[in-house]
């Protein structure tokens, strides 16, 4: 099954990322951004398209500027995902034929994201949002918008968040923390994909 998952490496190394990406998907997690504040993150997602490009949506997290868009898309990188809603961002991605994730956590930051053609909206932080402030937003969206929690969603949640009208999720620290091992990142994927199939049935 395909699950919506965004698995985020923040402070990954590229002499790491390799390995740990194939845990990811051997785990039936298949879309893995590297925030660009990781060290040489760039060269991380050139390695990660290279290994699993033609099994897995890869790019960047973390990304604020048009020029940032440009590397990313220069190496292979598919996704963008921002902490905030960007249009120039937004657009950029979509010129180079790049998915785009804007955060936000209000209506006139997620119909702005929409107007500017984001593929889907990545409500961050979560943990303030919450599932019910969701809930009141997604009464508002398109109905087939595309709609990630990140920040405070994880394993003990998914449920809720599903009720809520989430269709994915975002896991950073649950999944990998800077010094993880790819064991490490293959026993936490695994108990991440359990609780979302779970959840989703």
């Known amino acids: ?49 290279v290994a699993f490009g033609d099994r897995a949506l890869i790019g960047a997290g973390t990304v604020l500027t048009v020029q940032d868009v440009a590397d990313v898309a220069g190496v292979g990188g598919k996704l963008i995902v921002s902490p905030d809603c ?20 209000t209506p006139t930051e997620c119909f702005t994201a ?31 918008t595309a709609t990630f929690a990140v920040g405070g969603a994880g394993a003990d949640n998914f449920a809720d968040w599903f009720d809520a009208g989430a269709t994915g999720f975002g896991i950073g620290t649950a999944i990998y923390r800077p010094g993880d ?3 490490d990142t293959a026993r936490k994927a695994a ?7 779970k959840a989703a049935r």
Do not use: W
């Open 1 to 49: 099954m395909s699950r919506a998952i965004i698995a985020i490496l923040r402070g990954i190394t590229p002499e790491e990322v390799t390995a740990v990406g194939a845990a990811l998907v051997e785990a039936g997690i298949d879309r893995i951004e590297v925030p660009l504040n990781s060290p040489d993150p760039v060269e991380s997602i050139r390695r990660l398209v």
């Open 114 to 144: 929409l107007r500017h053609g984001a593929d889907g909206l990545k409500f961050f932080p979560a943990s303030q949002i919450g599932p019910g402030g969701l809930r009141a937003i997604r009464a508002v969206l398109p109905s087939d």
């Open 181 to 183: 091992t790819a064991a």
């Open 191 to 197: 108990t991440i994909v359990a609780a979302y199939d």
């Open 86 to 105: 960007n249009p120039e961002v937004i657009e950029a991605a979509k010129a180079t034929g790049l998915q785009s994730f804007p955060g936000v956590m």
